[in-house]
């Protein structure tokens, strides 16, 4: 039951997470990357926070402070400054595509450093899952922006972070809690991404936001930040790297619809026949390993 939770708690954080990417993109023209984070996880952790204190979980010991602390600054400044700045460049859709690699790049690195077993099951799902994606966004791949490749390339080197925190992170998220674990975080971080928002002038840019813009910005840092974030570190505490990476594969498909409806994103027909071959992936990768 505890391994059905985790799968289910990072398909919700990934479909969560593709919305938001959404609302990333359109934010992304009028706001610079660091200023971008620092709203999303500036709401976050004041939502998450307190709700943390509240919660009957351990904090992360003093020995794990410093190591939480750079997963911190990994997951919730390198990851999502990356993902910003490569959204400048191209589509919600072709984002979400490359960070659909996150499976395979997670059972290349798990396999490297010993701590999961590498199978051709779950090397199939992942190519499976792969494809299921490309199929659903092959209408909105081929209308890309000039620069596209340059905010892909951006994502790849993102994907491949977010692959070795997904690893390094499960260890300490069990010993404490999800929700502490990500507030604190979270918490590490906010100092950092508002500093270099402040002095790069994009704090005060902030006044000259739309309504329609503080209401992106608000379901960016509720949906996208503090529930998107706790969901996945759920899903890390309670199955497989691998497993976990899986899920991620619906964020595409959720941020390329999300693109289509909210920003006129092109997507094809094909998104169903990719829906299901995602879906067909995951119960591939989720069956029970053989001991």
Sequence with gaps: MSELLGIAAGVGSAVFGGTAITGIR?????????????????????????????KQERWPSLRDLPVVALLGILFFVLFPVILNQALVFTTAGRAALTLATLPLLTM??????????????????????????????????????????????????????????????????????????????????MPILFLIAWLNGGLAGLADYSGTQALVALYVGLVGGALAYWLWAEAIARTTPTRVAMAITTNAVAAGLAGAVALGEPIGWSLLLGVVAVAAALALATRPDRR
Excluded at 39 to 44: K, Q, V
Excluded at 108 to 124: D, I, N, S
Excluded at 152 to 165: C, E, V
């Design 26 to 54: 359109y934010l992304a023209p009028s706001t610079d990357p660091f200023t971008l984070a620092a709203i999303r996880f500036g709401i976050g952790v004041l939502v998450l926070f307190p709700i943390a204190c509240l």
């Design 108 to 189: 290349a690195v798990a396999a490297l450093l010993r701590v999961e077993r590498f199978t051709w099951r779950k090397a199939a799902a992942a190519l499976i899952a792969l494809g299921g994606v490309a199929i659903a966004l092959w209408g909105g791949l081929a209308q890309a922006p000039p620069d596209s490749w340059l905010g892909d390339l951006m994502m790849l080197g993102g994907t491949l972070f977010l692959a070795f925190y997904n690893i390094w992170s499960r260890r300490f998220i069990v010993r404490s809690g999800p929700l502490r674990f990500t507030s604190l975080g979270m918490a590490v971080s």
